[in-house]
């Protein structure tokens, strides 16, 4: 079974600055997506950014990038000059081919103005 | 259109009652999800169809059944349901490749906040 672990349950930054939120995960898989879900209060969860195990190169999406250590199975999101709308919920998640999508607990980030 | 749409958006139920939650998504996908979330915590996945049939159920009780009945569709159907059962369900759709996943990302709806008196 996969796991995935987010170890910062809530983190607060100041707009404009930049936040950074962690992620491990355990597989003994070798091909495989990792995701970073955004989920605003109360409103839909939408795919902030998806790196694909194979590729080494990590993965950017305007303000947001990761940091993407795959012998070390850490998979952080970045978020640059924090805007109020990123105010969320953020939930690092795993998936194999089998269309299983495992999410960890979730870091509620809270942009300050 | 990336839009899935899940009706009712509130539910509320007695224990004896029988609903059924809707989904519907018109991007062409043919792998759909429910899963079930309580607050502040993750989505839990329930049950997935590929191809309108059922690939994954997660153990769930039968008092949930879902249900596909095209490649547009999903319900859940609930029946004698349990307050602890309350929370948020959420559908989701990915496209596929062959039988495979695609790009992986999934899109969800806003959910369907279920109450079990």
Not at chain 2, 54 to 64: G, Q
Not at chain 2, 77 to 86: V, W
């Given at each position: 079974a996969q796991t995935v672990t987010q170890s910062q349950p809530e983190m607060s930054v100041q707009e404009a600055e930049t936040v950074t939120l962690s992620c491990t995960y355990d597989t003994s898989e070798n091909n495989y997506y990792l995701f970073w879900y955004k989920q605003p209060p109360s409103r839909q969860m939408i795919l902030v950014i998806r790196q694909e195990a194979y590729k080494q190169?990590?993965?950017?999406?305007?303000?947001?990038?990761?940091?993407?250590?795959?012998?070390?199975?850490?998979?952080?999101l970045k978020i640059s000059d924090s805007q109020l709308g990123d105010t969320a919920m953020y939930f690092c998640a795993f998936m194999k081919i089998d269309y299983k999508l495992s999410f960890g607990a979730g870091t509620t980030v809270t942009v300050r103005a | 259109d990336t839009e899935v749409t899940q009706t009712p958006k509130h539910l509320v139920m007695g224990m004896t009652n029988k609903k059924s939650l809707k989904c519907e998504q018109h991007m062409g996908h043919r792998a759909m999800y429910w899963y079930k979330q309580k607050a502040k915590k993750p989505p839990e996945l329930m049950f997935v169809y590929s191809y309108e049939k059922?690939?994954?159920?997660?153990?769930?009780?039968?008092?949930?059944?879902?249900?596909?009945?095209?490649?547009?569709?999903?319900?859940?159907?609930?029946?004698?349901?349990?307050?602890?059962?309350?929370?948020?369900?959420?559908?989701?759709?990915?496209?596929?490749?062959?039988?495979?996943?695609?790009?992986?990302?999934?899109?969800?709806?806003?959910?369907?906040r279920l109450t079990v008196l």
């Open positions: 190169q990590n993965a950017t999406e305007n303000r947001f990038s990761v940091n993407f250590q795959k012998a070390a199975k850490s998979f952080s | 059922l690939s994954i159920n997660e153990s769930v009780p039968s008092r949930f059944s879902p249900e596909c009945p095209n490649s547009s569709l999903l319900n859940l159907h609930l029946h004698a349901l349990q307050p602890e059962d309350s929370a948020l369900y959420l559908c989701a759709s990915s496209q596929v490749r062959g039988r495979k996943i695609d790009t992986g990302e999934l899109f969800f709806g806003e959910g369907s």
